[in-house]
């Protein structure tokens, strides 16, 4: 494979994406209002609002969360009464999906332009007609999408953990975060969560006739994430350390998968045939 090749397409998408204010704009505000702003209301407002009651009251009124959470889980609230107990569950439970969105979300803008803007812009002809080969060209497209996501998402990760820790001193009197759990999802799951949304929202764009168009249909990416955070507040799967280990195996082999196809069905001829 030729690594200057798939460097230089990954070059020109990021140039061409981060001197458009449409693109980067969203890809700034939109993860730090999710991973800062709201985790920080609903973290801080209920320690403020609610009177100091036993941990107990709290784990009724969630139900089946804490029923059929596994031991080791339901360990971490010990001894802790309301106002801690919703801290650790806010930051430890409800928000480990969203850093799943996230990658997904910041990609989706530039995945979708890798094709569907070229061919609005009318450059993707010339872009096809280069000596370089489909896999190169599908690579250095995913590529482009792929670092800004995980740039975007890690440092979303580094706010969140301030948030989570100043919080953590003021209610616990300790730092707790992140755990281990925490450190595989950021680092084993969030990028394979990102090469899959990608790779999927790079061929929706290959083959869609435009951008507006690309951009829609890469919303469904995010279905299968929203159906874990469901799951999780429901008491059917926690993120404890074995399953999202589990879960960033399950993706990468999808990952593996997904760009074994692409890379073997991605035609240029039947998207010349398009324009």
Known sequence: ?????????????????LRNKGVVLPIIIVPLMMMILMPALMIFLPIYLEPMETGEELRREMGAFF???????????????????WVVVASMFMFA????????????VIGADSFAGE????TLEALLYTPITSAELFIGKVLAAFLPAMVVSWACFVLYTVVVNVAGLMVLGRMFFPNLAWIVLILWVVPAAAAL??????LVSAKAKSFQDAYQMSGLV???????????MGGILYFST???????????????????????TFGRGEIIARL
Not at 1 to 17: F, G, H
Not at 222 to 232: C, H, K, S, T, Y
């Open 97 to 108: 999906p969203f850093f799943l969105i996230i990658p997904v979300m910041v990609s989706s």
């Open 242 to 264: 074995p399953t999202v280990a589990l879960i960033g195996l399950v993706i990468w082999a999808v990952d593996a998968a997904l760009l074994t196809i692409a890379v073997r």
């Open 119 to 122: 061919k609005e812009r009318k």
């Open 1 to 17: 494979m030729n690594t200057r090749a798939v460097r230089a397409v990954a070059r020109k998408d990021l140039r061409i994406a």
């Open 67 to 85: 029923a059929n959470m596994p031991a080791e889980l339901y360990n971490l609230f010990a001894g802790l009464n309301d106002q801690q107990t």
């Open 197 to 202: 949304g990608i790779g999927v929202i790079v």
């Open 222 to 232: 995010v279905i299968p994430i929203i159906l874990l955070l469901f799951g999780q």
